[in-house]
């Protein structure tokens, strides 16, 4: 993953790195691959990660529901 702590400019590569971290399809927008991390590993997320998507998620629904899960302990992804 890039090593920024700040995460100011939320380019088209660190979603490349989080859609890889996570096993899933990094071709695509930004909006595309946030759509993906929310609806397949929105478990797994850390709060940075879950700040980086939120902006790019275009549904309500989908936001809510992550939201509902922002403070709670993340799931370990499986091996």
Same mark, same amino acid.
């Given at each position: 993953?890039?090593?920024?702590?700040?995460?100011?400019?939320?380019?088209?590569? !660190?979603?490349?790195? &989080?859609?890889?971290?996570?096993?899933?399809?990094?071709?695509?927008?930004?909006?595309? !691959?946030? /759509?993906?991390?929310?609806?397949?590993?929105?478990?797994y997320?850390?709060?940075?990660?879950?700040? !980086?998507?939120?902006?790019? &998620?275009? +549904?309500?629904? +989908?936001?809510?529901? &992550?939201? /509902? +899960?922002?403070?709670k302990?993340?799931?370990? &992804?499986?091996?």
């Amino acid at each position: 993953m890039v090593k920024n702590n700040t995460f100011k400019n939320n380019t088209l590569q !660190i979603f490349i790195d &989080l859609a890889k971290k996570y096993r899933i399809s990094p071709s695509g927008t930004k909006k595309q !691959i946030a /759509q993906r991390l929310n609806g397949l590993r929105g478990s797994y997320l850390s709060k940075k990660e879950k700040n !980086i998507i939120i902006p790019y &998620l275009s +549904n309500n629904v +989908n936001k809510r529901i &992550l939201l /509902q +899960n922002y403070n709670k302990t993340r799931k370990k &992804l499986p091996k």
